[in-house]
């Protein structure tokens, strides 16, 4: 009798010499199981395969990884962020490569970055995601060094292969007015709120009307929760602008931001959303992520130096800086401001 066995994936390949032939592996991604389908050798491969995957061999580094996504550290993480962690964690652990067999005793051995970073490039055909499996592998590294497991320490600075210049990536006020035009009210509203406080979309889309009391913003940043359990609090003072905005929505929900059922937005359903919006706006080189930037950039032209504009984004004095030295190479309003007082002083 054929036994059916869960989750096995079949591959067809045609060899070199022409030969068509078959390989199954216990599940995508997994181990090639060996001997014929529903033979003694076949079955004992595959449940060999799954043993490996529920109790890992301690001395393998699939060990880490294992206790990785078992521990706090990794249930702490947004949904979302656990989701596209998984993606990264499937390619570590993906048996043609290797990288998750590999034995711990070899993260002592300096020589392994190399084998890091070859099992990366490997991944270059899709720049962004090679170097986000990266970052995932180190952070898994960091975890079993901060326990004591390895003493490997990834190193400080890599040359990453995905590279994107957004400088010149404003919302200029025709870009937003193209946007209002077409877009639906609650995408309006999602623009002016990360427009006046400059901050991410992630947290936007949770903001709850409790965090609004009339003249400020109050909320916890979710992206800084790796650095600080509770997330950096922010305030932020708000304009006449955004107050009219928010008081215009009506509160069908306990989050400010809703969709046009007035329930609270699905990230990929917002995502969606705002794609089909900038397309219809003729607007194809600017994403919701450039509103922060831009943001940025229309605090320091109203005359906010880079530490005022820290307390409202809830960024680093440094990392603002550096955005303007990005952003402000741009635009037009500081220079102008810069000439007019030197000629002022020249007078």
């Given amino acids: 009798m054929l036994v059916r066995l869960k989750g096995v994936h079949t591959v067809a390949r045609r060899l070199a010499s022409g030969e068509q032939v078959t ?42 990884i294992s206790s990785y996504k078992s521990s706090q550290a990794f249930k702490r993480l947004r949904e979302r962020t656990r989701v596209d962690y998984l993606k990264q964690i499937a390619r570590i652990e993906d048996e043609k490569k290797g990288l998750a067999d590999l034995p711990l005793a070899a993260l002592e051995d300096p020589r392994v970055t190399k084998v890091f970073l070859d099992w990366r490039d490997s991944l270059a055909s899709s720049p962004r995601q090679a170097d986000y499996a990266w970052t995932v592998l180190m952070r898994i590294i960091s975890w079993g060094r901060e326990r004591g497991i390895t003493t490997y320490r990834p190193p400080e600075r890599i040359e990453r292969l995905y590279r994107a210049d957004r400088s010149d990536k404003i919302w200029t006020e025709e870009h937003i007015a193209a946007f209002m035009g077409v877009a639906p009210e609650p995408l309006q509203w999602a623009l002016v709120l990360a427009l006046e406080t400059g901050q991410r979309q992630g947290d936007l889309l949770v903001l709850p009307w409790s965090a609004y009391d009339g003249e400020w913003i109050r909320l916890r940043q979710s ?16 304009t006449r602008r955004l107050r009219g905005v928010l008081e215009a929505i009506p509160r069908t929900s306990p989050i400010i931001l809703t969709n046009n059922r007035r329930h609270p937005w699905l990230p990929n359903a917002f995502r969606k959303a705002w794609g089909t919006a900038t397309r219809k706006a003729g607007i194809e080189d600017r994403t919701f992520h450039d509103l922060r930037g831009t943001a940025v950039t229309r605090l320091s032209e109203a005359g906010c130096t880079p530490q005022e504009i820290a307390t409202i984004t809830g960024q680093s004095v440094r990392y603002v800086s550096a955005i303007l030295d990005k952003y402000l190479a741009r635009t037009d309003k500081i220079a102008v401001a810069a000439i007019a007082k030197l000629e002022r002083n020249a007078k």
């Fill in 223 to 238: 992206k800084t929760r790796r650095y600080n359990r509770e997330g950096r609090e922010v305030n932020i003072p708000v």
């Fill in 23 to 64: 390989y199954h592996y216990a599940w995508r991604g997994g181990p090639r199981l060996t001997g014929d389908p529903g033979s003694p050798e076949f079955l004992r491969s595959y449940e060999q395969a799954h043993q490996n995957q529920r109790t890992p061999d301690p001395s393998k580094f699939r060990s880490v």
